[in-house]
């Protein structure tokens, strides 16, 4: 009978973590923390650190919050919540500061930001707070590897385009050097980089693509009669399946308060 419920515990476990790596990224599903996906993936080394520090975060605030769910108080909880976050991302900070100081030069600003990171405080309210431990942590890890895998993406693609390189590598370049050696070139060809990748703009029109690649693969699947009924891009893909299943959804009340969003509409239309 133990066995059945550790095998239980260890499938949900399991799916909690591939929930957030794949169902509901974060970033292509979900469409939350977009500050630092736009700013620091300008390299796909960026895109790396920053996505392996949020999860570090993520991992470690989600076990406290989920250890502590029966002893802080519900009025106060966002408060806490953000110190412990901010706990975290203090000592992850002075440890990139002390070991990988070009990695914390890079990303900057944005790793004192991840205490208010959406992702991060959203995860510490509506999982951390009402579950155990242990699949508090694999939420946490399941998100931020998620989180850390669109992150990547769309800094390789960023660097690519923009300066002919992967992680540092000046792929094209010696791709077209090898070309041109073949070709018996005196002068080998050279790759002009298209800047605009590596600005602002570039970082919307790439996550437009992946996002747009993501919703080409699950039309395939529905094709195919594959289930991806929760594998939807946009803010509006939490609440698609609300047709058809009692809303699941909590929302946050600063006064102390918290339900599902069905409870707040019944509250209004009792009011």
């Known amino acids: 009978m133990s066995s059945d419920k550790n095998g239980e515990a ?11 790596l794949v169902k509901e990224n974060p970033t292509f599903v979900l469409v939350l923390g977009m500050c ?3 700013a620091v ?4 080394i960026n895109g790396l ?3 392996l520090t949020t999860t570090a975060v993520l991992v470690l605030s989600n076990a406290i919050i989920s250890l502590l769910r029966y002893i802080i108080p519900n009025r106060v909880r966002i408060p806490a919540f953000i110190v412990i976050v901010a706990s975290f991302v203090t000592m992850i900070q002075l440890l990139l500061e002390g070991f990988i100081p070009s990695l914390n030069a890079a990303l900057g ?8 990171n959406c992702i991060i405080l959203g995860r510490a309210e509506s999982f951390a707070s009402k579950n155990p431990v242990i699949p508090s942590i694999f939420d946490g890890l399941g998100m931020g590897l998620g989180f850390t895998v669109a992150l990547t ?3 390789m693609v ?5 300066a002919g390189e992967i992680f540092g590598v000046p792929v094209i370049n010696n791709v077209l050097g090898s070309i041109s050696s073949l070709m018996g070139r005196q002068k080998p060809i050279e790759y002009v980089p298209i800047s605009i990748f590596v600005l602002a703009p570039g970082a919307f029109f790439v996550l437009a693509a992946l996002t747009a690649l993501q919703n080409r693969v699950k039309r395939k699947m529905q094709e195919k009669g594959q289930n991806v009924d929760k594998i939807q891009s946009g803010c509006s893909s939490d609440c698609a399946s609300c047709s058809d299943s009692e809303c699941s959804h909590h929302f946050i009340d600063v006064n102390g308060a918290s339900g599902s ?5 019944n509250n209004s239309k009792d009011v």
């Open 158 to 162: 960023r660097e690519f385009l923009g």
């Open 41 to 44: 993936t300008t390299s796909a």
């Open 153 to 155: 993406a769309i800094g």
């Open 261 to 265: 969003v069905a409870d707040a509409k």
């Open 109 to 116: 600003l944005y790793i004192p930001l991840i205490v208010v």
């Open 49 to 51: 650190g920053m996505g």
């Open 36 to 38: 630092p996906t736009l």
């Open 10 to 20: 260890k499938q949900s476990s399991i799916d909690v973590f591939f929930n957030g």
